[in-house]
């Protein structure tokens, strides 16, 4: 793992840009991929902490890239940034998202979000629901 590695998976370039932006100036390195397939290996080339998923990905969604990274890569962090719908919510949880933020999100909420998934949890911090929502 590596732990100043933040991937960005959004199949918007602004929104990519956006965000790599973001978390640079906040003192990470950043990468970030336009589909599911560039995603999956700019997770398995660099190993990062945190990855942040846009629901909406081509064919595919960033359900899909949580699930498959929380199989493949068990320490990463994942956030999925998607519509407010309880249903999708709950089902990020289910695969093993770290939180859910829900749209519109401005890119510095993304962030705040991303590095406070790197924190260790308190215990008693913990609860039943780690999703968040902007």
């Given amino acids: 793992m590596n732990p100043n590695m933040i991937a960005v998976a959004h199949e918007r370039p602004a929104a990519v840009h956006a965000l790599v932006t973001a978390f640079t100036a906040a003192g990470y390195t950043a990468a970030g991929a336009l589909t599911f397939r560039d995603a999956i290996d700019l997770v398995s080339d660099c190993h990062p902490a945190v990855l942040v998923a846009n629901l909406e990905l081509g064919a595919f969604n960033g359900l899909h890239l949580a699930l498959r990274c929380a199989s493949e890569f068990p320490w990463m962090k994942i956030i999925v940034v998607g519509p407010a719908n309880p249903a999708l919510e709950h089902e990020a ?4 998202a770290s939180a859910y933020i ?21 215990p008693a911090l913990l609860g039943p629901s780690a999703i968040t929502h902007a």
Wanted: glycine share 4%; aromatic share 0%.
């Fill in 93 to 96: 949880r289910t695969l093993g």
């Fill in 102 to 122: 829900r749209r519109p999100a401005d890119p510095e909420v993304v962030v705040e979000r991303a590095l406070a998934a790197l924190m260790p949890a308190s």
